[in-house]
């Protein structure tokens, strides 16, 4: 389940936007046994030797947490800050059973670290141009087919497709994503307005 945002740009033009992974740090405000908790939980695995944190799994919000031995959690694969809140929620309620110490968080505190989303500005990119234009994008299409658009307030980076999608990361609030978008969307739009799609360019060479 995602969590799909509207938004407008300069002109009129309305873009989707699709929030596709949260993730946030919280505190259990307890020391973990994650030794006894791997054994005694199903869905949670730990390998000391290999990684410190423990992982545990919930199917509903369908999320993955970190859990480690100073009480620090990492929630990531949420699409909204209300599965953050529920996943620590009920990851608390399944440490409580095992570990009395820990309390249950009905309302857990947490910061949200990262935000990747998804959006598309509906025209095909030349990323070449684009790149020759605009200081801060970087294209080296024998590396990555995709370009790389930085920007610096609020603090996001952009992958940019030639089909006009775009991935979005960095933004720890959705309104630095809202903001972070009309910027690249007053960038790029006009370096590429007349870039033909492909469509176009094979019905006109059949019409020649």
Excluded: W
């Excluded at 998804?118 to 995709?146: I, S």
């Amino acid at each position: 389940m995602f969590f799909f945002g509207i938004f407008g740009f300069f002109g009129g033009v309305f873009v989707k936007y699709t929030i596709v992974n949260l993730v946030a740090s919280g505190n259990l405000n307890a020391t973990l046994d994650l030794y006894n908790l791997a054994i005694t939980i199903p869905n949670i695995e730990y390998e000391p030797e290999q990684f410190p944190g423990a992982i545990l799994k919930l199917k509903e919000p369908r999320v993955s947490m970190l859990l480690f031995k100073n009480g620090k959690v990492i929630c990531s694969g949420a699409s909204n800050e209300g599965q953050i809140s529920l996943a620590i929620f009920k990851a608390s309620k399944l440490i409580h059973e095992i570990q009395k110490s820990v309390k249950i968080q009905k309302n857990a505190e947490y910061t949200v670290v990262n935000l990747v989303a998804t959006a598309n500005l509906n025209m095909t990119l030349d990323l070449f141009k684009t790149a020759m234009e605009l200081d801060n994008v970087e294209y080296e299409p024998e590396q990555f087919p995709g370009a790389i658009l930085r920007i610096m307030e609020p603090k996001l980076t952009l992958l940019l497709f030639k089909n006009g999608k775009l991935i979005c990361a960095g933004a720890k609030k959705e309104e630095y994503l809202k903001k972070g978008l009309r910027i690249a969307a007053k960038l790029i739009r006009p370096v590429n307005k007349d870039v033909e799609k492909p469509k176009a360019k094979k019905a006109a060479k059949k019409a020649a």
